[in-house]
């Protein structure tokens, strides 16, 4: 299949957006493109007559009155209330005796939320129940509703059961799709409805028959079969899927998937949720025995549960599990999880109160692509400290300490337990207009090491830890811009940590070397480095003074090394911009300079558009250098923007500069209506590890049509676009 090039096409959405947006309105809600509300405010009725069970409200041309108790017959544009009921007809009959309203050659019973139109009714107003016979049109407001009988039994306020009858969520003059169904039940309480023998048509065409159907009466969940899914794509071909939705309970719920792959064999995807007051979580396993092109079984594994049990204990599990590299691949949807080098799985269980601090924790790695390093994995961590709020005089106290368990997969490399403990003072002094905090720490770090690089598979090292941490806060009255005030706040930090031999200690990695500008001045956790620096900084903020709205944040800092066995005698220039403008404008950078070589290190830039009507633009470029090579030189670009009320437009690319190939795009659109949603996604991937003489891009076509309040066939565009675009927002 042809090549995508979705970046002009990005262009011209967005002026598209940019000019549409501002000029063309449209209703909130799920049914804002229909033409007119379901069904219009009721009025009021007037005139009187008395009866034996109440007051009613009737007005007619004429009127007869007969019998004991009386029976009352009214002809002429009758029209009859009961508090909030009214029933209209060119003939009425009412028995004040039965209390039912008996018409024929049209009658018409408005509620609210309901409306029924039919031939002939018998209708009790008391007990709100009744039959309509010939029912050319009814209106349920919960669900948006409609359509037309052979005959309606009114059971209750809530409940009622239907024969011959057809329903849509379309307005009746524009039936984009039509369910027709032998009988059927719509239970307005539980907001449920139910249909046999039913045939779905798109327009005059019947395209689907199922003899039992469940429906949700708006947005309920309900336990039943789902609307099946239907894709292609070059590496799996075609692939259906059905799958069945279980509500276990208001707390729980499940999905079952079975997906074809005719290509490969029939994949089986479990997803199962819950929320308590005190543990919540989400578990989702996939299995495809004997894959006709792996030639073996697959299956993967993604759950997440946390868990709370009062103020002081809070424990996490998180895992991520295939059975081959190649998993996310063939399988997933979302371009950074498929990009991942490793998937971490991890549980952390943890108790705080009143200063004191414990947690266990432990963590594995498991690798997706083969040209990176494994880092060390925990087995386990343990931490205990104590920090508490109030100090003593003015002098504050803390305390920390870590046990680890490092490992590794390669046997070849280093690894086993490093301990540490690391006893703190320090003496805060805070005012409104600055911050000055020295401090004193002394650090014991040991190991007991498995292949070491050295001799010793004992090391350790104690060192004392000096800090100064200074800070200042200015503000004034921004002189551009009114209600607005402007920030100058300086901050210097100095560590010095005396050469103690603790640079010859094993790296274990847990430091990480990406730093922006909040990293100048917090250190990592248990880092003995030796070193003399002073890390200084700069902060201006724009704030409006009303609301506490940051329109502006800039930074700007430098680390300066003075010990003699430092690489450099400074660090890289680091700048962060945070901008917020009017009209949906946002900006978010990270630079990094290297004076000693004049180059760009690192460049973050992410710009983004957030318009009217669910516009939202994203643009981004990302370069990384380590030691002069590049490691990441890419833009990334998506959007999703309305191009009219009922068309919006989508696109994506991830482009590599360096190689100068793309990564990844999509480009589709979605067209709307009252009850419906058509949307057509085209997606490009490159593959990791292409083999010689294989396309080295996996191409796949999504096609998903929504029926609003009863399903569609297809339910993946929507969490494709959600996982791709940033702030992208399903019309609903």
Request: glycine share 8%; net charge negative.
């Amino acid at each position: 299949m042809p090549r995508l090039h979705p970046v002009p096409f990005i262009a011209v959405a967005l002026v598209t957006a940019l000019i549409w947006t501002r000029t063309a309105t449209a209703a909130d809600g799920r049914w804002s493109l229909c033409s007119a509300p379901l069904l219009a405010p009721m009025t009021d009725a007037s005139g009187t007559a008395s009866t034996d069970n109440g007051m009613i409200n009737v007005s007619a041309d004429e009127a007869r009155v007969s019998g004991s108790p009386p029976v009352y017959e009214f002809s002429g544009d009758v029209r009859v209330q009961e508090g909030d009921q009214r029933v209209r007809g060119e003939r009425l009959r009412y028995d004040t005796g039965v209390g039912d309203v008996q018409g024929d050659g049209g009658i018409r019973l408005r509620h609210p939320g309901v409306l029924i139109s039919a031939e002939r009714a018998r209708y009790w107003l008391t007990s709100e129940r009744g039959q309509f016979e010939g029912v050319s049109d009814y209106r349920i407001a919960a669900g948006h509703l409609q359509g037309s009988a052979e005959r309606i039994i009114r059971e209750g306020p809530t409940r009622s059961r239907y024969q011959g009858v057809t329903l849509s969520t379309c307005m009746p003059e524009q039936p984009f799709w039509t369910l027709s169904a032998s009988s059927a039940e719509i239970n307005r309480e539980t907001r449920q409805g139910r249909a046999r023998n039913a045939v779905l048509s798109i327009g005059r065409l019947p395209v689907f028959y199922t003899p039992y159907l469940q429906f949700p009466v708006g947005d309920e969940r309900l336990t039943g079969l789902l609307a099946p899914t239907i894709g292609h794509s070059d590496s799996n071909g075609t692939t259906v899927s059905l799958p069945w939705y279980w509500n276990i309970a208001p707390n729980q719920d499940a999905t079952i998937t079975p997906t074809s792959y005719w290509k490969r064999g029939v994949l089986l995807d479990t997803e199962y949720r819950y929320l308590s007051d005190w543990v919540e979580g989400e578990i989702s396993g996939s299995y495809l025995p004997s894959d006709d092109v792996y030639g073996d079984d697959r299956w993967a594994i993604d759950q997440t549960h946390e868990l709370r049990l009062g103020r002081s204990v809070r424990g996490e599990l998180r895992q991520q599990r295939t059975s081959d590299m190649a998993f996310n691949d063939d399988f997933g949807n979302d371009f950074n999880y498929r990009s991942a080098a490793f998937m971490e799985s991890r549980a952390e269980l943890s108790w705080a109160d009143r200063g004191f601090l414990a947690s266990i924790d432990a963590q594995t790695w498991q690798r997706v692509d083969d040209e990176r390093r494994a880092p060390y994995a925990r087995r386990p961590r343990v931490q205990l400290g104590y920090d508490p709020i109030e100090g003593v005089g003015p002098f504050q106290f803390d305390i920390a300490s870590e046990w680890t368990d490092f490992y590794n997969d390669d046997a070849t490399r280093e690894q086993g337990v490093e301990y540490n403990i690391a006893p703190r003072v320090s003496m805060p002094v805070n005012e409104l207009a600055y911050r000055f905090e020295p401090a004193v720490a002394f650090q014991h770090s040991g190991y007991d090491l498995t292949n070491p690089v050295g001799d010793d598979d004992s090391p350790s090292a104690s060192v004392p830890i000096y800090t100064a941490d200074a800070r200042l806060f200015f503000e004034r009255p921004d002189t551009l811009f009114q209600g607005v005030y402007q920030t100058l706040e300086p901050r210097i930090l100095y560590r010095n940590v005396p050469d103690r031999d603790q640079d010859e200690l094993p790296d274990f990695g847990s430091a990480s070397t990406d730093g922006n500008f909040s990293r100048l001045f917090r250190a990592t956790a248990f880092n003995n480095d030796h070193t003399e620096q002073a890390s200084v900084g700069v902060t201006t903020r724009y704030v409006d003074d009303r609301t506490g709205r940051e329109y502006l944040r800039a930074s700007f800092g430098q680390t300066f090394f003075f010990h003699d066995s430092a690489e450099q005698d400074r660090s890289d220039y680091i700048t962060e911009l945070r901008l917020s403008l009017p009209r949906g404008f946002e900006i978010d950078a990270d630079y990094r300079w290297d004076p000693e070589n004049t180059r760009t290190n690192k460049l973050r830039t992410l710009l983004r558009w957030r318009g009217d009507r669910q516009a939202a633009v994203n643009l981004s470029l990302r370069r990384k250098k380590e030691d002069g090579i590049t490691e990441q030189n890419q833009v990334t670009a998506s959007l999703a923007v309305p191009v009219t009320p009922a068309w919006r437009a989508f696109a994506g690319t991830r482009e590599d500069l360096e190689e100068r190939q793309t990564l990844e795009s999509f480009f589709g659109v979605e067209q709307s209506g009252c009850c419906h949603s058509v949307r057509f996604v085209v997606s490009e991937e490159r593959l990791r590890d292409a083999s010689p003489g294989q396309p080295s891009l996996d191409q796949e076509i999504m096609l998903e049509l929504e029926l609003k309040g009863l399903g569609g066939i297809g339910d993946r565009i929507r969490a494709f676009l959600d996982a791709e675009i940033d702030g992208y927002n399903p019309r609903r």
